[in-house]
């Protein structure tokens, strides 16, 4: 089955910094990489997503890249803001008739200071 | 709005007894729905593939009579811990996916905190 691996673990960065997580995958199969923003005690929210036929996508100051020879894809945020900060995850999934099955990542904890 | 409603949000329930959570879509069929499991400051693991009108496919190391899941109807899934215990106590949260606006879109549920005392 699919492995997802997900670092850092935590990460902390100044107001207007940027901030990067990474994830490797393990099932070459997988074709659709999301991400999601989750609060406390609330449901993941997707922020970005990523389809493995394209290597990169940006939303306003949301990026993911995609490599798809190395199994890795990577969260990129520019000017980080105070309410950036919450618990990201990745996730990976195979497509096809096992879409919406995802494999998370470990969850990265960002704290953006003010 | 939320697509996808989770019942009941948070239960406090007695150890051995078992407790019923909820997840419906709204406006969309979903022939397939998924619940996960989040314990606090873990990830969403997935538990099991909940299929409309068949047997639920459970995950490596769930165990399928103590996680009761039903999907009757195309808009409903419920999961049952039955014989709850404290080690139970954790987020449990569902999915579906659905193309309510074009377009393969997964849809999470809020999320129902279960505490077993």
């Known amino acids: 089955g699919e492995n997802v691996e997900q670092h850092p673990s935590t990460l902390s960065v100044q107001e207007g910094d940027s901030a990067v997580i990474k994830c490797t995958y393990s099932?070459?199969?997988?074709?659709?990489f999301p991400w999601y923003k989750q609060e406390l005690g609330k449901r993941p929210q997707l922020i970005i997503d990523?389809?493995?036929?394209?290597g990169e996508k940006k939303d306003q100051r949301i990026a993911v890249t995609l490599n798809k020879t190395a199994k890795h894809f990577s969260l990129h945020i520019t000017e980080t803001q105070p309410e950036d900060s919450a618990v990201y995850f990745c996730?990976?999934?195979?497509?096809?008739?096992?879409?919406?099955?995802?494999?998370f990542g470990q969850g990265t904890i960002l704290t953006v200071h003010p | 709005g939320a697509v996808v409603s989770q019942h009941p949000s948070r239960v406090i329930c007695k150890s051995g007894t078992s407790v019923k959570i909820e997840c419906r879509s709204l406006?969309?069929?979903?022939?397939?729905m998924f619940w996960y499991r989040q314990f606090p400051k873990q990830s969403l693991m997935l538990m099991a593939t909940?299929?409309?009108?068949?047997?639920?496919?459970?995950e490596q190391g769930v165990e399928k009579d103590k996680f009761l899941i039903n999907h009757a109807s195309l808009t409903l899934s419920t999961l049952t811990v039955t014989s709850a215990h404290p080690e139970d106590s954790s987020f449990y949260i569902c999915?579906?996916?659905?193309?309510?606006?074009?377009?393969?879109?997964?849809?999470f549920g809020e999320g129902s905190w279960l505490t077993v005392v």
């Open positions: 999915s579906a996916r659905g193309s309510l606006f074009g377009g393969n879109t997964i849809y």
């Open positions: 099932d070459s199969a997988s074709n659709y």
């Open positions: 990523i389809r493995s036929n394209v």
């Open positions: 996730a990976g999934n195979a497509g096809g008739t096992s879409y919406g099955k995802l494999t």
């Open positions: 406006d969309f069929q979903a022939t397939t």
């Open positions: 909940s299929n409309e009108g068949s047997k639920a496919t459970y």
